[in-house]
């Protein structure tokens, strides 16, 4: 099993940034890739971005140029730098972990998720 906890969510302006961060512990051997999903209210859980262990990278086109994703591998931790927010960005941010090497956007490609941080973002 693999546990995960986000980190660092929180209210901001549109154009202000934030840093989430996930840790991952128990069978970190299963957090080959590592992702980025948002649900707002209302709407579907979407993919936002992901990293596989050896670099390999998918963005959202929605937040392409904008939210960069990066890992520590010495720490199982996960990061997503989010810059130039708008108040569509609003949702709750989840975590997500698979031991496969396929940055998927798909949700049923992630076999473990955190609980989520929300994120605000005020016009």
């Known amino acids: 099993q693999v546990q995960l906890v986000e980190s660092g969510g929180g209210l901001v302006q549109a154009g202000g940034s934030l840093r989430l961060s996930c840790a991952a512990s128990g069978r970190t051997d299963s957090t080959t890739t590592m992702a980025w999903f948002r649900q707002a209210p209302g709407k579907e859980r979407e993919f936002v971005a992901a990293?596989?262990?050896?670099?390999?990278?998918a963005y959202a086109d929605s937040v392409k140029g904008r939210f960069t994703i990066s890992r520590d591998n010495t720490k199982n931790t996960v990061y997503l730098q989010m810059s130039s927010l708008k108040p569509e960005d609003t949702a709750v941010y989840y975590c997500?972990?698979?031991?496969?090497?396929?940055?998927?956007?798909?949700?049923?490609?992630?076999?473990?998720w955190g609980q989520g941080t929300q994120v605000t973002v005020s016009s």
């Open positions: 997500a972990a698979d031991r496969r090497l396929n940055v998927g956007r798909a949700s049923h490609d992630y076999d473990y």
């Open positions: 990293l596989s262990r050896i670099g390999m990278t």
